[in-house]
């Protein structure tokens, strides 16, 4: 990662955008696929895609289909829910989230609020989430209404040892993975012998409605979809893209992907999810007939916490290793589904 990478993913862990309200982060990804001439557009929940095309000079030997990458745009955070009588403010998350006295925001019409945030295991009462106005000036909490948005503060620092460190690299960081390889593509002029979507779908961490109608839109031959793969120890970070293996995941392009990684002689690791993975692959499996799809993670500790930590070489791998596959595809396409 170069200086301009870190600047693009700092402006992406900025956008925020909860569940819904992703318009930020969307005009960053209209403004990047812009610039390679990708097809982009936005669908009706705010999932955001770009459509990169087949090799007009491909062998028209088959019928091209669609091969769809996504990586969710929204992030874990709170909603004003109501106000309690110590001055406080009620706040209830979509997930689970984990916040100890820490840095927030309130994002109200009438501007943004500094507040600091208590999850349900701090709370001394009642066991609710709350949020506590920084400045005691009572103006404040008349600007704000049930339904604002509450968050970390977001911010992104460059630590020791190639480590980034900061807010919402869940899944912001697997934003700028999937913006970097859609231009790694254009720019190597790689030969494609199918279409190639790259969509940001919301409400990843509240339904996964934004893959699934994504999904069902676009109806993919196969998909790979993007996270963070959740570590407790440090020592996995920067060890190399995690290839989540379960059930549910397509057995071919597991072994594919892991073909791919030691033959461009990569490092990686294995993760599993013996079910339920909870990430976009869960909503997009059971589409359109059943849908083989994979999971490539980026390796990441405290996550959904403001202090979430990755590492640049995991990211600089992982887009290495999709472009790879993206180059292959053919060579498992046909194990997957007929084409």
């Known amino acids: 990662m170069n200086t301009s990478d870190i600047k693009l993913l700092r402006e992406l862990v900025k956008s925020v955008g909860l569940s819904g309200y992703n ?7 209209f403004r990047e696929a812009n610039k390679v001439n990708a097809e982009y557009g936005i ?3 705010g999932s955001v895609s770009a459509k990169i095309k087949a090799s007009p000079n491909r062998i028209n030997h088959y019928q091209t289909k669609n091969i769809m990458l996504c990586s969710h745009q929204d992030v874990i955070g709170y909603m004003v829910k109501d106000f309690n009588k110590d001055g406080t403010i009620e706040i209830i998350s979509g997930s689970e989230i984990i916040a100890n006295g820490e840095q927030g925001i309130i994002e109200t019409k009438s501007g943004n609020i500094d507040a600091l945030l208590y999850s349900s295991d701090d709370e001394e009462k009642d066991g609710k989430p709350r949020a506590e106005i920084i400045d005691t000036d009572t103006n404040y909490i008349d600007k704000i209404n049930i339904g604002d948005l509450v968050y970390f503060t977001p911010y992104l620092d460059e630590k020791p040892r190639g480590k980034l460190t ?24 790689c030969y494609l012998h199918h279409n190639f979507f790259f969509v940001l779908p919301t409400y990843e961490e509240t339904t996964g409605f934004g893959s699934k109608a994504a999904s069902e839109k676009i109806r993919p031959m196969l998909a790979i979809n993007v996270d963070v793969f959740p570590y407790d120890d440090r020592k996995n970070i920067g060890k190399g893209p ?13 072994e594919f992907a892991i073909k791919v990684a030691k033959d461009i002689k990569i490092p990686y690791q294995l993760g599993v999810y013996p079910g339920w993975a909870e990430c976009d ?5 059971p589409t359109n007939g059943g849908t083989p799809c994979i999971d490539i993670s980026i390796p990441t500790t405290n996550l959904h916490s403001p202090r979430e930590v990755i590492s640049k070489a995991d990211i600089d791998r992982t887009i290495k290793l999709l472009v790879n596959i993206i180059k292959r595809i053919d060579e498992v396409s046909s194990l997957v589904m007929e084409v």
């Open 43 to 45: 669908d009706s929940l």
């Open 242 to 254: 995690v290839i989540t293996l379960g059930f549910n995941f397509n057995k071919k392009l597991n």
């Open 166 to 189: 900061g807010t919402f690299l869940d899944n912001k960081s697997g934003n700028f993975v999937l913006i970097k390889t859609m231009q790694e593509l254009v720019r190597k002029e």
């Open 23 to 29: 318009e930020k982060s969307a005009s960053i990804f």
């Open 281 to 285: 692959a869960d909503h997009i499996i």
